[in-house]
């Protein structure tokens, strides 16, 4: 993801609303499809069908969590161009019935994936990892940042991020995302977040990195 360029176009961040589920999740499939975990996990299969074992699992986190209110939709010019799956403080684990709905859901999107690469296994293992270096307090959680790819570094990215950064402060709480993209670390880097840990899901893959960043006083 990034956003370094302007553009003469309008960028507006909203709520992501339910009849958007499905091209939601479309949009987080194209936006991943490239980004170096996804690519490591499937190396050596065709893009579309990439696309497509990937869509359910980022379906399955929007149907989720939209009932938060916290996924945000980002649009150009009433297009929707980019969503940001966010977990409010408190928002997770959901609780109940919806949690396990949610888990079970998650698994089998997982292993629908395994149908294209066995790595997507490690997925399991790499959210639980994950789960341990959370931190310990309420906070937001960024689970997933994407944008279109046809419209990628043109401010579209900053815009969701200054939307839940701007959300952060005004609820006194700390943001905190993993990512394995370069130019995603660069752009919340500039909006104050400081690398905590690196990991490694696999030992042959990628290397990322989880981020965070403390509240500031809201103007």
């Known amino acids: 993801m990034g956003d370094a360029a302007a553009t003469s176009s309008v960028v507006t961040v909203d709520r992501l609303q339910p009849d958007e589920t499905t091209a939601g999740a479309a949009l987080l499939a194209r936006s991943f499809v490239d980004e170096r975990i996804f690519a490591h996990i499937f190396e050596g299969c065709e893009r579309a069908r990439v696309e497509r074992a990937i869509t359910p699992w980022f379906r399955v986190w929007i149907r989720s969590f939209l009932p938060l209110g916290e996924i945000h939709a980002a649009r150009l010019d009433g297009r929707l161009v980019g969503v940001g799956v966010r977990i ?87 943001c905190w995302l993993v990512t394995f993209g370069p130019h995603t670390r660069a752009l919340y880097e500039r909006l104050g977040f400081a690398v905590e840990t690196e990991v490694r899901p696999f030992s042959e893959g990628p290397i990322g990195w989880t981020l965070r960043r403390e509240p500031r006083r809201a103007a």
């Open 88 to 174: 409010p403080p408190g928002g997770h684990p959901l609780g109940g019935l919806r949690q396990a709905r949610f888990m079970f859901s998650l698994m089998a999107a997982m292993l629908r994936m395994t149908m294209t690469s066995r790595r997507a296994i490690r997925l399991g293992s790499f959210a639980r990892q994950l789960a341990r270096l959370e931190p310990k307090e309420p906070f937001w959680n960024l689970v997933w940042i994407g944008v279109d790819p046809d419209v990628q570094r043109h401010g579209v990215g900053r815009a969701l991020a200054d939307e839940v950064v701007a959300l952060a402060d005004s609820t006194s709480s700390p």
